[in-house]
């Protein structure tokens, strides 16, 4: 089990930062990916980025790239979104995902989700 908290969302104007934190209960070791998912009003849910928690290999949606970086702090198990350049397109509940495979089997564990705005 992964009890993941996500913090940092708020109201922004375009062009402007925000990072977001996703702590979670267990060491991000144990994890073998963490991620950010975007879900605007009456969309689905869509990957942001993604980072692997041992190699530290990432990924991001092509929307994002030059924009958002993700990071991870070990020592306080807690993954970051460093937001820049802020459009109104990505104004949605982002939810922090972390992936845990034991064996041969995988499970997925969620945030709670932290509201992003963007103003024009």
């Known amino acids: 089990q992964v009890q993941l908290v996500e913090s940092g969302g708020g109201l922004v104007q375009s062009g402007g930062s925000l990072r977001l934190s996703c702590a979670a209960s267990?060491?991000?070791?144990?994890?073998?990916?963490m991620g950010w998912y975007r879900q605007a009003p009456g969309k689905q849910r869509d990957l942001v980025a993604i980072?692997?928690?041992?190699?530290?290999?990432?990924n991001y949606a092509d929307s994002v790239k030059g924009r958002f970086t993700i990071s991870r702090d070990n020592a306080k198990n807690t993954v970051y979104l460093q937001m820049n350049s802020l459009k109104p397109e990505d104004t949605g509940v982002y939810y922090c995902?972390?992936?845990?495979?034991?064996?041969?089997?995988?499970?997925?564990?969620w945030g709670q989700g932290t509201q992003v705005t963007v103003s024009s």
């Open positions: 267990r060491s991000i070791f144990s994890i073998n990916s």
């Open positions: 980072i692997t928690s041992r190699g530290a290999g990432t």
């Open positions: 995902k972390a992936v845990v495979c034991p064996g041969w089997a995988c499970s997925d564990y």
